[in-house]
């Protein structure tokens, strides 16, 4: 730390120290310095996983595709006809489960559905054995796709 004191034969007026003393501000940026270069490599750690690749497909209709639909409120309907319980989805699906070719699923869902009334969907799908599972999205450029999920094994 610097002090400027003065000439000892100066007449005893007080001299104006007019400059900045930046030692402190170094001593504390050095410090600042150290925690971020210590602390960053804890935070960007991850375990290590290679994410699934997103598809956009055009939609195919095709008589044999299965199109379910989630309003807002999280009712299911298949084509038009409401569903009124998780178990009948189920069940309707089993029946078409054991067709060959098993059909597709394409899952609607409104952009303000809950995404609980969506997974239920899901997850009767997957009680079915149903393998081929697609999500209906409205792209911005107005163009109606799909996105496929079709997992490896169900669990």
Same mark, same amino acid.
């Given at each position: 730390?610097?002090?400027?004191?003065?000439?000892?034969?100066?007449?005893?007026?007080?001299?104006? #120290? #007019?400059?900045?003393?930046?030692?402190?501000?170094?001593?504390?940026?050095?410090?600042?310095?150290?925690?971020?270069?210590?602390?960053?490599?804890?935070?960007?750690?991850?375990? $290590?996983?290679?994410?699934?690749?997103?598809?956009?497909?055009?939609?195919?209709? $095709?008589?044999?595709?299965?199109?379910?639909?989630?309003?807002?409120?999280?009712?299911?309907?298949?084509?038009?006809?409401?569903?009124?319980?998780?178990?009948?989805?189920? #069940?309707?699906?089993?029946?078409?489960?054991? $067709?060959?070719?098993?059909?597709?699923?394409?899952?609607?869902?409104?952009?303000?559905?809950?995404?609980?009334?969506?997974?239920?969907?899901?997850?009767?799908?997957?009680?079915?054995?149903?393998?081929?599972?697609?999500?209906?999205?409205?792209?911005?450029?107005?163009?109606?796709?799909?996105? #496929?999920?079709?997992?490896?094994?169900?669990?």
């Amino acid at each position: 730390m610097s002090m400027n004191v003065g000439s000892p034969d100066s007449d005893g007026e007080d001299q104006l #120290n #007019n400059t900045i003393n930046t030692t402190p501000l170094v001593d504390v940026m050095l410090v600042l310095l150290i925690i971020f270069l210590i602390t960053i490599p804890v935070v960007t750690q991850t375990i $290590k996983l290679e994410l699934p690749k997103e598809r956009n497909l055009p939609t195919q209709t $095709k008589p044999e595709n299965i199109v379910i639909a989630v309003n807002r409120d999280g009712e299911v309907y298949w084509g038009l006809e409401r569903m009124p319980d998780n178990e009948a989805l189920v #069940n309707r699906l089993k029946l078409e489960s054991v $067709k060959e070719p098993q059909p597709e699923v394409h899952i609607r869902g409104d952009s303000e559905v809950r995404y609980e009334a969506v997974g239920r969907v899901v997850v009767a799908c997957q009680r079915a054995g149903i393998f081929k599972v697609g999500f209906i999205t409205e792209p911005p450029a107005g163009a109606a796709v799909r996105m #496929n999920w079709e997992p490896a094994t169900w669990p």
